[in-house]
């Protein structure tokens, strides 16, 4: 199925500087690089079952957006089911840009957490892109969403022994099994 919007998952923490990054992040895409193409989940909403949130998950494909290494962006999408398309692990891509999580503010990030958030912003734009791409090779398969009963959260950080990822470069995979990202094809 062709790419028409892509959906993103921010982790939903609050006492990880990754975190704010993440959850800013997702709405410079949404309101600012990829308007109209971005849509932002709502975790409450999402696994609770509200339909649009679920059909915006089962019609676009997802980026995940982990603030730490414990994936609440990966997660969301682990709880139902669905294996996102890209993720971005902001800890280590903030490394290797050379951004220093420390000196971000959890509660309005100014500075470097509003720099970091932008850099991630434009790096998941990107990501879209190639898939909102018209010719594009990039197919996106609808997913069925299937609750995993008695769980509520991965124990192990990173999605160790549930998911499988293919490092692209530092802090940004893509899970096994999923698709190659278009980025990935023109570099071959």
């Known amino acids: 199925m062709?790419?028409?919007?892509?959906?993103?998952?921010a982790c939903g923490g609050i006492t990880r500087p990754g975190s704010t990054v993440a959850r800013l992040?997702?709405?410079?895409?949404?309101?600012?690089?990829?308007?109209?193409?971005?849509l932002v989940s709502c975790a409450p909403a999402f696994l609770r079952g509200v339909e649009e949130d679920v059909l915006m998950v089962q019609k676009s494909p997802s980026i995940a957006l982990d603030g730490c290494e414990w994936s609440?962006?990966?997660?969301?999408?682990?709880?139902?089911?669905?294996?996102p398309a890209a993720r971005i692990l902001i800890p280590e891509y903030a490394e290797a840009c050379?951004?220093?999580?420390?000196?971000?503010?959890?509660?309005?990030?100014?500075?470097?957490g509003r720099d970091l958030a932008w850099a991630v912003a434009e790096r998941i734009a990107a990501i879209g892109r190639g898939m909102?791409?018209?010719?594009?090779?990039?197919?996106?398969e609808r997913p069925?969403?299937?609750?995993?009963?008695?769980?509520?959260?991965?124990?192990a950080p990173n999605m160790e022994g549930?998911?499988?990822?293919?490092?692209?470069?530092p802090?940004?995979?893509?899970?096994?099994g999923m698709p190659p990202l278009p980025e990935e094809s023109r570099e071959a």
Do not use: M
């Open 171 to 176: 802090g940004v995979y893509r899970p096994v």
């Open 132 to 140: 909102l791409e018209r010719g594009s090779d990039y197919r996106f």
């Open 162 to 169: 549930a998911l499988e990822f293919v490092r692209l470069e």
């Open 98 to 112: 050379g951004y220093d999580l420390t000196q971000v503010n959890l509660r309005f990030p100014t500075g470097v």
């Open 72 to 83: 609440c962006g990966t997660n969301l999408l682990y709880l139902a089911g669905i294996i």
């Open 2 to 9: 062709a790419v028409r919007r892509v959906a993103l998952h």
């Open 25 to 38: 992040a997702v709405y410079y895409v949404a309101e600012e690089l990829l308007p109209e193409k971005a």
């Open 144 to 155: 069925g969403i299937v609750r995993r009963q008695g769980e509520w959260f991965r124990p």
